[in-house]
């Protein structure tokens, strides 16, 4: 079956650190994997997908199928950036799973 | 441009009491989604909607039962609460057609409370 796992509940980085949010995942097929996020008072948005290979708000992740893994990474956290963010996997039939979500709370 | 509206927003039902939770969306999408959000749970899918007329379980779909009324909406009722159904609700919706357009549309949310 299949499985997004987010083993940190919650992560909580300095103003100017790294942080790196763990996603791993368990498919069959080819994965199509997006990050959402959920700022505070805020609704759920995509915040990037896989297939884009792009960089948004400074975050970066790449899709490692060796692993099985989508880490999301940014270089300098920012206070903004606090926020719920949950790793996502769409099947073939079209159906999007969710990881467990991580916290992240970014103290300056 | 409204995107997903879900009502109601807040609910407080009593064990055994029915509800019909509401969504809508007008972006012409054709899949639609029922969530629930629990703490360290995250996003759990409850029904899906690929298109219209069609509906699908996902993973607790137990004591829930789905309508897809027309393209717009889909509602979400459940028939006799319980307070395991204490959970925040989101609907969200998907073109459902190519994988590089492929992202979820949330509507805000229905917090609802099981006494």
């Known amino acids: 079956a299949q499985r997004v796992t987010q083993p940190e509940k919650l992560l909580s980085v300095f103003k100017g650190a790294p942080v790196e949010l763990k996603c791993n995942y368990s498919y069959s097929g080819s994965p199509e994997l997006f990050w959402y996020v959920q700022y505070s008072r805020q609704r759920l948005q995509l915040l990037l997908r896989h297939i884009s290979r792009e960089s948004i708000k400074g975050f970066t992740a790449d899709l490692n199928k060796g692993e099985t893994s989508f880490h999301l990474k940014k270089p300098f956290a920012q206070e903004e950036d606090s926020a719920m963010y949950y790793c996502a996997l769409r099947d073939s039939w079209g159906k999007f799973q969710f990881g467990a979500g991580t916290q992240v709370v970014v103290t300056p | 441009n409204a995107g997903v509206t879900q009502t109601p927003k807040f609910q407080v039902l009593k064990t055994g009491q029915s509800m019909t939770l509401q969504c809508a969306q007008d972006?012409?999408?054709?899949?639609m989604y029922w969530y629930r959000q629990d703490p360290g749970m995250g996003l759990r899918l409850i029904y899906y909607s690929a298109s219209e007329g069609t509906t699908d379980k996902g993973e607790v779909p137990n004591g829930y039962n789905v309508s897809r009324l027309n393209k717009r909406e889909f509602s979400l009722r459940l028939e006799s609460a319980a307070p395991s159904q204490t959970s925040v609700y989101f609907c969200a919706s998907s073109d459902g057609a190519t994988a590089t357009n492929e992202k979820l549309f949330f509507g805000s949310g229905t917090q609802l409370s099981v006494l």
């Open positions: 972006m012409n999408h054709n899949s």
